[in-house]
């Protein structure tokens, strides 16, 4: 009993016990779920290799279909068990993430390739819309 106290006091003392605290909300998703969000997931983080590839190289039409990759379309077929399972905070994150790469897309249509502002200014926005990555991974869990 001591030695449990006496190791417990060591552990915070050392700030292992923050590290063991998953303090995220839990959606609970099932294996299905699971497997049809995450590969959502990967598209997304494939769609932000292929938008900063396109930035750096000047290639608009890349930077246009990634991001529309993962625009309002990919919002539309999130399943709607998954749908019923997400609260409100969760959407307030996941829906204007949509909303930016469809800008990102617009906005890259419009640019000049050859003009490093304008290259810039997507830049930025992409950095920006990757602060909702951010603030979701910071809060929720699929389990
Ligand atoms: C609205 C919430 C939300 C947003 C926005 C979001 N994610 Fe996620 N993402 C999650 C959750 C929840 C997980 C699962 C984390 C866990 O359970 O530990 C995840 C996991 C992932 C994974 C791991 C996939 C796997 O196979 O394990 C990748 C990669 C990822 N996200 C990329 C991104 C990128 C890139 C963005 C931004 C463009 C993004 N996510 C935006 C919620 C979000």
């Known amino acids: ?24 909300y839990h959606l609970g998703f099932n294996d299905e779920e699971k497997v049809e969000f995450l590969s959502e997931m990967r598209q997304m983080l494939s769609s932000i290799q292929q938008i900063t590839l396109g930035i750096g190289t000047g290639n608009k039409a890349m930077i246009i279909k990634a991001a529309r990759y ?32 469809e800008t990102l897309a617009i906005n890259a249509a419009e640019v000049d390739a050859d003009d490093a502002d304008d290259m810039k200014d997507l830049a930025e926005l992409t950095g920006k819309l990757m602060r909702h990555c951010l603030a979701c991974h910071e809060a929720f869990t699929v389990n």
């Open 70 to 101: 993962s625009g309002n379309r990919m919002a539309r077929a999130t399943s709607q068990s998954i749908k019923d399972k997400t609260p409100i905070s969760f959407e307030k994150i996941g829906g204007p993430t949509h909303m930016m790469f």
């Open 1 to 24: 009993m001591k030695r449990t106290v006496l190791f417990l006091v060591l552990m915070s003392v050392l700030g292992i016990t923050q590290a063991l605290t998953d303090n995220r």
